[in-house]
């Protein structure tokens, strides 16, 4: 009998090949030839499962963004408030070696978004679930008494958002430097920014001190940075932005 082929099964094996290829040595080694020879295919083979180049990389793209949510998905779960909010921060945040490739590859994709409205828009498809759920979790640590009123939150929600982004660039064009615990700190010093005043009596008073900037708990759990965690709490998109 013929061997039974799973097509989903090859094409991720090709995207995972891409990805490979794109965090190592960069985009410009990305050729349809340097696949193929890597994924151990002949030359041609690859259009049985994708029309080009162009459709192999917008697949690779997704694909990291999936497994970022995929990540944030797990890690949030049973979470809500800040204690969700911070586990969303770790899993964008490069921490480790994986989620360093991962940055590689999103900074390719960025300097192709910056010149391709089809791109970018992919881009701003993800950005926007991800505002949302931010969003949502800041508004959760507000009702909770866990973050400060005194704050313009929709306009930090954007600048976190910036933050995340921005520490993809800095540990991926320098990761001496800027290590996991130095990204730690800062995610700690954003935090610290709306946080409930140390002294306040409601609210989160140990995620308050957790994250004030330098302290040493800055790389504690979620759930003890975030402090508002709850279980059954709700770490899904969509729950609509600050006012």
């Known amino acids: 009998m013929p061997k039974v082929v799973d097509h989903e099964t090859r094409r991720e094996e090709l995207v995972r090949t ?8 960069g985009p410009a080694a990305v050729t349809m030839r340097q696949i193929s020879a890597e994924a151990g295919y002949a030359n041609g083979a690859l259009k049985t499962y994708f029309a080009g180049k162009a459709d192999l990389l917008e697949a690779t793209y997704t694909h990291v963004f999936e497994r970022t949510n995929e990540r944030v998905e797990r890690a949030a779960a049973g979470l809500s408030g800040l204690g969700a909010l911070v586990a969303f921060c770790r899993e964008v945040m490069p921490l480790d070696e994986e989620r360093l490739d991962e940055a590689r590859v999103v900074m390719a ?135």
């Open 109 to 243: 994709f960025w300097q192709e978004a910056a010149h391709d409205p089809a791109r970018a828009a992919h881009n701003n498809r993800y950005m926007h679930q991800w505002r949302d759920s931010v969003a949502g979790w800041v508004a959760e640590a507000r009702a909770a008494g866990d973050v400060t009123g005194h704050v313009d939150l929709a306009s930090w929600v954007d600048a976190l958002l910036t933050f995340l982004l921005g520490t993809q660039i800095t540990a991926a064009l320098d990761p001496t430097n800027v290590t996991p615990a130095h990204l730690e700190r800062q995610l700690a010093a954003q935090l610290a920014l709306v946080r409930v005043p140390a002294e306040a009596p409601v609210g989160a008073k140990a995620a308050a001190d957790v994250a004030a900037p330098g302290n040493a708990g800055a790389t504690a759990s979620a759930t003890t940075l975030g402090g508002a965690a709850t279980a059954g709490g709700s770490a899904a998109a969509g729950r609509g932005p600050v006012t």
């Open 18 to 25: 891409v990805w490979r290829i794109m965090a190592r040595r």
